[in-house]
């Protein structure tokens, strides 16, 4: 027999005020629990069946979920904190002085997160997913000043570990992109092959706001903390090096920053050093064997190894596999995507060879900071590409490399003025530039001029790297068409100089170009295969590799030109297409279509506007000239 509550969503949810009655704690406490454990309120299908009929607004948490919290070690921790405040508040109304205080340091009741951290990320995996918000909130609360809500110890331990998570990202250099936004700055570090995004607030003064609850807050800064705590270890000893590092006082007291810590390696243990790692360079043929290696009995893999022993050594170059040798082969149960680009060894090393130049993308350069530019920010993206940096010991702290201004050995002096000063002028051969330039140099992932970024000149517009750009991009015609032009007369060049050494050692007449098969990688150019089989093709024809390139970029902008009057001609079919295909269509899906055709007009309209906007200001600025 039917029994009403006791069946369906009077089951299976319960509101608030009856979980607090179940777990007979406080309501704060049983927010802090919540946060901690990471239970939530839940929305069911209909209220009042989960309320046993009442119309009432409540919230609801899953049943399971409280009687999981039950058990909670942390809330008998609660309880003994709720009787021992009893026990002050009598020995304080009683006057006894001496026992309040021996009872709040001898008896007062503590609680730690490790299991809940345990529960919650199993796998190392889990917690990456976490990981921006805890540096984020880690890394503001470090910012803050010090008052009656945010007591110092908490921001000094932030301070801390955000100091070492920088001094990981450092040591790894492991950091990607950075962008330079209103709300702060926006770091992005790959950890083990996943983004890492986090803010970094600018060092201005900050102003704690009243209508903000900061019990909230700091429930989940104690979460927090305890997880970044977790990751560090984790991070440190698979590099070998000693958690936590030991602080210098002496350097921290001179405002040295993350400077004042002392990285030290870990006695005894198998893992290697990172920085060697990050240097150290594998060759072509070591891959190569380590691939063929796999999958192949013990006996096999020793002849292998003989053979490669007795052969005489070629260079690296010369080593190099062709595309078809490692080549991802297509699952059997996902559909394949033509579009899909393959992977082949030689792209692993070139993505492995990229990363490597990116980590030392500011190696050979010594930079300075003037007195009005912000040390930390800076100090942590140079050294997190392998540049050396100082600054003025004066006005931004102790512990810098470089001795002063005056070196000889500083390229770049990073100044934020609107004029360059005499004494600044005086001072050897280098590079004055804006802060901007370092992080645009590493969201292009090369050296950028320096003109556009001397003192007082107008900066490039600064776009976010974390996104791709949709629509009007500035600039981006003109460096296309640059690098374009540029790649055309290098390819041009090339294969006058290959003709000509072919015409010197064998006058035997060049084969005609193109052929069939290079047309048909060039209409289309991401099939592998057909270029593959075009540039084995030109190998047998004797085709020189700088006139393959240059044929074949050609013939893909013909194909492409070719392409678009082709989809001119069959709009009219396509729009047909699309209106029966809208007809087959739900309610639903037409009205979600339509507002991606409306966002995608919209996007397409201001990106016009914004063409138009720039070809009247260039028009201005000519007839400006020409007055």
Partial sequence: MFTKGKKGAAKNYITRNQALKRLQCSLSDFRRLCILKGIFPREPRNKKKANNGSSAPASFYYTKDILYLQHEPILAKL?????????????LGRGEWAEAKSLEENNKPSYRLDHVIKERYPTFTHTLNDLPDALSLVTLFSHLPSNAKVPPSIIENCARLSAEWQLYVMRTRCLRRVFLSI?????????????VRWLVPYMFTQHIPEDVDFRILLTFLELHQTLLGFVLFKLYTDINLVYPPPLDVEKDASGAGVGAFNLREATGALTRDAEADVKKKVSARDVRKEIKNIGVSAPAADEEMADADAAPAAPEDADLPAADEFVEQPSKSAPSDPSTATLTLSSLIASSASTSALQSLFAPYTFFLSREVTRPTLEFVIRSFGGKVGWDTTTLGGGSPVADEADPSITHMIVDRPQLPERLRKLPKRAYIQPQWVVDCINAGKILPTEQYAPGVVLPPHLSPFQEAAGYVPGAEEEEESEEEDEEMEAEEGAEVEEEAEEDAS???????????????????????????????AEQLGVPHATFEAELKKATKAASKKAGKGKASTAGADDEEKGMAQLMMSNKQRKLYEKMQYSNRKKAEEAELLKTKKAALAKKGKKGGKA
């Fill in 183 to 195: 709300k702060g700055v926006y770091f992005e570090a790959e950890i083990e092959g996943r983004p």
């Fill in 507 to 537: 006058p035997a007449p060049t084969p005609k170009y193109p052929t069939a098969a290079l047309l048909a990688a060039a209409a289309s150019p991401e099939n592998a295969s057909l270029r593959d089989a075009a540039e084995l093709e």
């Fill in 79 to 91: 309880r003994e904190h709720k009787a021992f405040a009893k026990k002050i508040s009598r020995a």
